[in-house]
C-alpha cells in the first residue's frame, strides 16, 4: 500500500514552454500532497503543500505564478512549469500522505521524481 | 542552530559491516520518526517510522529513538553494496497538520 506514482520520469524541453508534472496517490485518498525540489547531492526543499480542492501553499521565495499546483481530486495533483528557463532545471519530487490514517497522516510517501531538463 | 541535523558523509564502509546512521533534532515536540532511504536521482523510499521512544526491527535495519537525548539512529546490519544510497531523517509532531522537517541526508557507501 502508500504507492505514489509520478510522471513523467524525465522530461527534456526548450526555453520558454511549460511542462507539467502528475502526481497521483494508487491506493489511498490525499487530501494534501507536497512539491519537493532537489539539487544534486543537497536536500528536499519543500516548494508547496497542495491542498485537494483549495489553492496550494507555498513556501517563501517560490513563484506562485511559475510554478502552478492543481490539487482537483483526492489522488491527483500536478505541478506545471510554466515558461520555463535553465535555472528551472531540477528533480522534483512529489509526496503524499493518507488522509485516512489517523496519526499516520505524518508519513510522506514519495513519488520517483521526475527529472526536469531546460535547454 | 537546524531543528534537524544529520551528518552528510559520505560513510564508506565494507560489505558486512554493521551501518549507524544519525539524527540529531531540538525540537522536544517531535513524536514521528521516520527514516527513507534515496537512491541517485529516485524518489525517497519509506524504510522505517516509529512514533515516541523505542526501537523498531525490520529484517536487517533497526531504528532507535532516545527522546531524552533528542538522538535518533538507523542500524543496517550485514550492510550490502545495493545499501548504497543517502539516507534521510524526518521527524515531526502529532497531528496531521505538520509536514515532517527533513535531515540533509547522510551518502552511505557499501564497497564489495
Known amino acids: 500500500g502508500a504507492v505514489v506514482s509520478q510522471h513523467p520520469s524525465w522530461v527534456i524541453c526548450k526555453s520558454g514552454t511549460s511542462v507539467k508534472i502528475e502526481c497521483r496517490s494508487l491506493?489511498?485518498?490525499?487530501?494534501?500532497m507536497f512539491w519537493y525540489r532537489q539539487f544534486p547531492k543537497q536536500s528536499l526543499m519543500l516548494m508547496a503543500t497542495?491542498?485537494?480542492?483549495?489553492?496550494?501553499?507555498?513556501e517563501q521565495g517560490v513563484e506562485k505564478d511559475k510554478f502552478l499546483i492543481n490539487h482537483a481530486s483526492l489522488t491527483l495533483s500536478t505541478l506545471t512549469v510554466t515558461s520555463a528557463h535553465p535555472e528551472d532545471s531540477s528533480f522534483y519530487i512529489c509526496?503524499?500522505?493518507?488522509?485516512?490514517?489517523?496519526?499516520?497522516?505524518?508519513?510522506?510517501?514519495f513519488g520517483a521524481g521526475t527529472r526536469l531538463s531546460v535547454l | 542552530q537546524k531543528e534537524v541535523e544529520q551528518d552528510p558523509g559520505p560513510l564508506s564502509v565494507p560489505e558486512g559491516a554493521i551501518v549507524s546512521l544519525n539524527c540529531t533534532y531540538s525540537?522536544?515536540?517531535?513524536?514521528?520518526f521516520m527514516w527513507y532511504r534515496q537512491y541517485s536521482r529516485k524518489g525517497p523510499e519509506l524504510l522505517m517510522y516509529?512514533?515516541?521512544?523505542g526501537n523498531k526491527e525490520d529484517g536487517r535495519f533497526t531504528a532507535q529513538v532516545d527522546k531524552s537525548s533528542k538522538y535518533i539512529s538507523l542500524f543496517i546490519r550485514d550492510s550490502q553494496p545495493s545499501d548504497s544510497a543517502t539516507y534521510l531523517c524526518?521527524?515531526?509532531?502529532?497531528?496531521?497538520?505538520?509536514?515532517?522537517?527533513f535531515g540533509r541526508g547522510t551518502s552511505l557507501i557499501v564497497h564489495p
Open positions: 491506493d489511498f485518498q490525499a487530501t494534501t
Open positions: 497542495s491542498n485537494e480542492g483549495s489553492k496550494a501553499t507555498y
Open positions: 525540537n522536544s515536540a517531535f513524536q514521528y
Open positions: 509526496s503524499a500522505s493518507n488522509a485516512a490514517s489517523g496519526g499516520l497522516k505524518n508519513i510522506q510517501y
Open positions: 524526518a521527524m515531526s509532531p502529532p497531528g496531521g497538520s505538520y509536514i515532517p522537517t
Open positions: 516509529t512514533y515516541s521512544s
